[in-house]
């Protein structure tokens, strides 16, 4: 079966034609998409200003947002209180503000200055296991690292609650606090 050539023409015009309408339809759709929400994106990407395009690479600079880990534990010192009984004694409320229990680990004590003169000494005792939202009070005696003549709470100092880094936590930033800084 053998075509002319008008039947050829009219054939091709059909199909250039179906495909016109095609690309209309397709860019319309484009057009009229809404635009993604910014996690919809893939990582490093954001939402791209042009409504042809949802997402471009982001800027580089920026930095990668944290995951957050409500899951773990999570250990910060949420206070310390000192003793009326010595001036060397000190009680320390370790909080887990985490779901999840935190392991037994170590609080360390660390006196930075003394009589406006740098120094270095350091305590460590063991922290029980603390179940996730409560808390524990730890006692600590200070004798040991300080003169005879010096109370604690006169000396400049740092509380870091799990120094060795051996309970996995939500967030590794907040396990410090200083007195007299």
């Not at 002319?4 to 057009?31: F, K, P």
């Not at 899951?71 to 503000?97: C, E, H, P, W």
């Amino acid at each position: 079966m053998q075509r002319t050539s008008s039947q050829l023409a009219q054939l091709a015009t059909q199909r250039l034609l179906a495909l016109g309408a095609l690309v209309t339809l397709s860019a319309s759709s484009v057009v009229a998409a809404p635009l993604p929400a910014q996690d919809q994106c893939p990582d490093a990407w954001e939402l791209s200003p042009s409504p042809a395009v949802e997402c471009q690479p982001g800027s580089f600079t920026q930095q990668a947002p944290k995951l957050r880990h409500f899951r773990r534990a999570d250990l910060k010192v949420r206070q310390y209180r000192f003793s009326r009984m010595g001036t060397k004694r000190i009680k320390i409320q370790v909080a887990n503000i985490g779901r999840r229990a935190a392991r037994p680990t170590v609080l360390r004590l660390t006196v930075r200055r003394i009589d406006g003169t740098p120094v270095g000494r350091m305590i460590r005792i063991k922290v029980p296991v603390i179940k996730g939202q409560q808390t524990q009070w730890v006692r600590l005696n200070t004798a040991k690292i300080l003169p005879k003549t010096v109370a604690l709470k006169d000396t400049t100092f740092r509380i870091d609650v799990d120094s060795t880094n051996f309970v996995k936590e939500a967030n590794e930033t907040n396990n410090t606090t200083w007195h007299n800084l």
